[in-house]
């Protein structure tokens, strides 16, 4: 049986944090869920890993949470983007595609 | 920010685990929460969703550990249970904690208050601005066998307008003056200084102003300043004192400045400063007996320094005229030549010497106490060898029973660096107490925070070193076999105990060395005290006395003076004999000059001499012995006969016997007549009982043609008073009426015993040696102690099986000497190798010993044969317990 592999390519999990909270503010199961929708499915978050590196971007700066009451009245802790995230983001988005189109010329680069 | 955020955040986590806890619980809970319902819009029942979130998100006490481990502060709570463990299991063995604490504590402490002491004299700078940049302008002259000269006028006016490596030069002397105008006349210390010698120390006035350039200038009106403590004593810190006008030798001055509180001239105390109002144009050749500061340029060495001092010197030699009578030839022949040394190293001296050896000395007991420690350590940790094996075996990283371990040893090195600093600062105080008042820099010492620093990191270090053995022994990857032997139920093997009696063995070796270097320190100060000083210094009194120009003008008057004052001396009741010299060593420095004997032909310049001015009586007032000849009479000291006396030594010298000097004919200035050589005089330690004997030559107190000078007589003398009432308060007030009967207007100066100068030059050596007494008792208490408790151990752990044996049937004197004859072994190892050590070690010991052998058999083998007896003794006292031993009870026990 051949699965599909769903795991986040590592390293990218803070950049995909970052720039879905860049859209609204969201919980850590809204951003999970937004990762998937988004990706059409070919990512799928690891809660533990999700939360931890909530927790971390938090302490980082790059994050602020809150503990907010969500529309269907339950308790949960709501991230925004602070503005150092927003710079983070926008580095690592920089450095990402510059990473991308230099794999991508490698891999097309013809014998 | 984000540091800012970090650190916040990770303390608020540590000052309130539960609440962080909490919500992290919560935003687990809650994202399941969530995600169970985004399940159930999809469909699923509610149970359904919820195993199905489960099933995804994993097992949430694992997420929520993985979250939690995120921080540093996880990282300090680890510590902070590690720490609080080990707390708890000191606190539950207080016997175990407060031996290994105390032991600590006095071995810390003791290292610590000698360790103030050498940073508060030796490592401190100077309390000057910049004071890696002073120099002291220090000289030699090797052409006269002379290695220490000071500075002089001549030297500092070539130097200020020649030389390249300073920024700026000061010249200082400091004079007894008197001060009159007030309800008594008294005399006081003063310091004559150049006007910019404070400005190049970086002080400042505390009050009005510091001497000008032009305060400095010959002629200009007369200005003093005031240092702060002598303001406070005498004018009670008033400000108005600025221009008040006080009248010093004669001459009234204004007051313009109070120097601040802090202000300290190297080891100096005087009471005000004048301006030196040195005079160009009347400077020639000689006229040391100046002190020289300098400051040199930043970037410029020493060795730079010294080099444009010795270019210098030939110019100074041929831009200043030659004192009348002499020569540039002869100051040539001099071959004076830079000697320059930080200013630091004037005032520390050799000091230095013997406080890092009492600073290594401490260091032994200190590593000595460490040993005792290990041991107790060992003994407890073999005591839970089962429990840690079995930990081991549970699946415990060795590392992590290391840690614990290291963990309380290091806590047991704190507490022992805390109690440590305590009690250094009690033993500060009574060190300061003891300590020789020539001590340099004495009220600079004190625990400050360098004094803390080092503690600590010994407290750190020691815990360290301690707790690193049993962790060797017992923490080390091949713990499990050790639960296979039981350990409880076996006799103690030969093997268990090799590291105990290792420590036993290096403990009393060290002792050994340090019993060995204090009995030297005895043997030095039992040397001392039996050398003969040549003068007697029981029961006799010294005080000084000027006469200055301005009281008495004519050079008989003064002299007839000085003999009213000695005839009224001796007329007092309880005075058997006064005497006058000049020189009362080594509170004053002694004149110098080259003495020539005139039936000697010389090369080049003779070396200098000691000359002093005595009187009829001195001699028996001293108790110094004449060997040959006659001493003055005041039939020669009134006609002014050309007549001399000499040391035994110089007689030896210069011709071999000390009766043949009778006769001969001497001088201390080519220019002058001869001098009879009338007596010959026995030697005299003035120096200090532990330095040779200065050779000298006696003049009498009224002379003419002397230095070029047609008539002259000696202003200031000492006389010397021998009474059994020396040292007693009722003879001071006699003798002030003795001399005020005569002349009101002359203070007494410096009374003091001769006992006190004699026991001041035996007070270094008798503080080493307090020191290191002290050191090598604690060593040897420590050391004991040591062999008692492995023995006391041993004891303990053989119980079984000395019930078995007592219930076969061996005697009991039997068993007691098998304990004996370990500790007795132990301590003979010890013993053997502590005497190699000593042969190595006491060698550092050398400058400080006088007339003893650093390898003194007899010492040695005191100190050996005291060491293995009361090891002995040491060992026997827990034998007693195994003798009483029931072998019912014994064999029950297990």
């Known amino acids: ?111 | 920010m984000s540091i800012w955020r970090q650190l916040t955040r990770g303390l608020r986590a540590l000052t309130n685990r539960r609440a962080a806890d909490q919500s992290i619980a919560d935003e687990v809970e809650s994202y399941l929460e969530q995600a169970a319902e985004a399940l159930e819009a999809n469909g699923l029942s509610p149970d359904e969703a919820r195993r199905a979130v489960r099933l995804h998100l994993g097992n949430a006490t694992t997420v929520r550990e993985q979250m939690r481990s995120y921080g540093w502060e996880n990282l300090i709570s680890a510590r902070a249970s590690d720490v609080r463990y080990a707390a708890r299991r000191l606190r539950h063995n207080p016997g175990f904690t407060v031996a290994c604490v105390l032991t600590l504590a006095v071995a810390i402490g003791a290292n610590s208050a000698i360790f103030s002491v050498l940073n508060g004299i030796v490592l401190k700078p100077l309390p000057y601005r910049q004071a890696d940049e002073l120099i002291e302008l220090h000289h030699t002259a090797p052409g006269v066998h002379f290695p220490d000269v000071v500075s002089a006028p001549f030297l500092y006016f070539t130097y200020r307008q020649q030389g390249r490596s300073f920024q700026n030069i000061g010249l200082a002397t400091s004079e007894l003056r008197t001060l009159t105008g007030f309800s008594q006349p008294e005399e006081a210390q003063c310091l004559d200084v150049t006007a910019g010698l404070l400005p190049m120390l970086g002080v400042e006035p505390e009050v009005g102003r510091w001497f000008s350039e032009k305060d400095d200038v010959p002629g200009s009106p007369p200005t003093m300043v005031l240092t702060h403590g002598w303001w406070r004593a005498r004018f009670g810190g008033n400000r108005s004192v600025i221009g008040r006008r006080i009248v010093v030798d004669g001459v009234s001055r204004t007051v313009i400045g109070v120097m601040p509180a802090h202000f300290q001239f190297l080891d100096q105390n005087p009471a005000f400063l004048h301006p030196l109002q040195l005079d160009r144009n009347k400077a020639f050749l000689g006229q040391f007996g100046y002190f020289g500061i300098a400051r040199l340029k930043p970037g410029v060495t020493i060795e730079q320094a010294s080099a444009d001092i010795a270019r210098m010197i030939p110019i100074a030699l041929h831009s200043f005229p030659p004192p009348p009578g002499l020569t540039v030839k002869v100051f040539e022949d001099v071959r004076l030549a830079p000697r320059l040394r930080y200013l630091k190293q004037t005032l520390v001296g050799d000091i230095g010497k013997t406080l890092w050896v009492l600073m290594g000395t401490l260091g032994v007991v200190l590593l000595i106490a460490c040993a005792n420690v290990a041991n107790l350590l060992l003994v407890r940790a073999e005591g839970r060898q089962h429990e840690l094996a079995i930990r081991a075996a549970l699946g415990a990283n060795w590392s992590d029973i290391a840690r614990e371990l290291l963990t309380e040893s290091i806590m047991l090195g704190l507490l022992g660096g805390a109690f440590g600093l305590g009690l250094a600062y009690g033993a500060l105080r009574l060190l300061l107490a003891i300590a020789p008042a020539n001590l340099p820099r004495l009220h600079e010492i004190s625990i400050d925070p360098v004094v803390v620093l080092f503690t600590f990191t010994t407290a750190l270090i020691t815990g360290v070193v301690f707790g690193l053995i049993p962790i060797v022994k017992y923490a080390g990857p091949g713990i499990i076999p050790a639960l296979r032997g039981g350990g409880r139920t076996s006799s103690q093997t030969r093997q268990q105990y090799r590291a105990n009696s290792a420590l036993v063995v290096v403990q009393v070796a060290l002792a050994l060395v340090l019993l060995v270097g204090s009995c030297l320190m005895i043997r030095t100060f039992q040397m001392l005290r039996r050398v003969d000083p040549g003068f007697d210094p029981k029961d006799a009194l010294t005080m000084r006395i000027t006469i200055p120009e301005t009281a008495v003008k004519d050079p008989e008057a003064v002299m007839r003076l000085q003999q009213g004052i000695l005839e009224n001396i001796r007329a007092l009741p309880g005075v058997t004999s006064v005497g006058i010299t000049t020189v009362v060593p080594p509170e004053e420095s002694p004149d110098s000059r080259q003495v020539y004997a005139r039936d000697k032909i010389y090369r080049s310049v003779p070396p200098l001499r000691r000359l002093k001015f005595i009187s009829p009586g001195l001699l028996a007032s001293m108790r110094n012995r004449l060997i040959a000849g006659r001493e003055f009479s005041w039939t020669d000291t009134y006609q002014r006969r050309p007549v001399a006396m000499v040391s035994e030594n110089l007689a030896r010298e210069l011709w071999d016997d000390p009766r043949r000097a009778i006769g001969k004919q001497i001088n201390a200035n080519p220019k002058d007549p001869w001098r009879e050589v009338i007596g010959v005089v026995k030697d005299e330690r003035e120096d200090g009982v532990q330095l040779e004997a200065p050779a000298v030559a006696y003049y009498p107190l009224l002379m003419n043609d002397f230095d070029g000078q047609e008539f002259g007589v000696v202003r200031t003398v000492s006389y010397i008073v021998r009474s059994k009432r020396a040292g007693s308060r009722s003879l001071v007030s006699d003798l002030r009426q003795a001399v005020w009967s005569l002349n009101a207007a002359l203070p007494l100066g410096n009374v003091r015993t001769l006992n006190e100068i004699y026991d001041k030059s035996l007070a270094r050596t008798s503080f080493t040696l307090v020191m290191l007494g002290i050191a090598g008792a604690m060593a040897l208490l420590i050391g004991l102690v040591g062999i008692y408790g492995v023995i006391a151990y041993s004891v303990s752990r053989r119980y079984r099986e000395i019930g078995i044996r007592v219930a076969l049937g061996a005697r009991r004197r039997e068993l007691a000497r098998l304990f004996v004859a370990h500790g007795f072994v132990l301590a003979l190892i010890g013993v053997a190798c502590g005497l190699v050590g000593s042969v190595a070690l006491t060698r550092v010991l050398v400058p400080l010993l006088f007339d003893v052998n650093p390898l003194d058999p007899l010492t040695y083998a005191a100190v050996s044969l005291g060491l293995l007896i009361t090891s002995i003794v040491a060992s026997y006292i827990p034998t007693l317990r195994a003798l009483g031993v029931d072998p019912i009870d014994a064999l029950r026990a297990e």
Not at chain 1, 22 to 48: C, D, M, T
Not at chain 1, 51 to 56: D, E, S
Request: proline share 2%.
């Open chain 1, 1 to 111: 049986m051949d699965e599909a592999n769903t795991d986040v390519i590592q390293g990218t999990l803070d950049m995909l944090i970052l720039k879905t909270l860049s859209l609204e503010p969201l919980h850590g199961f809204g951003i999970a869920r937004r990762i998937e929708q988004i990706s059409q499915g070919v990512f799928k978050i690891n809660p533990g890993s999700l939360l931890t590196a909530l927790q971390r971007l938090e302490r980082g700066g790059w994050l602020d949470a809150e503990w907010r009451v969500t529309e269907n009245s339950r308790r949960a802790k709501v991230y925004k983007l602070t503005r150092a995230g927003k710079k983070q983001l926008e580095n690592q988005t920089a450095d990402w595609s510059r990473r991308v189109s230099a794999i991508s010329r490698l891999l097309k680069a013809e014998v």
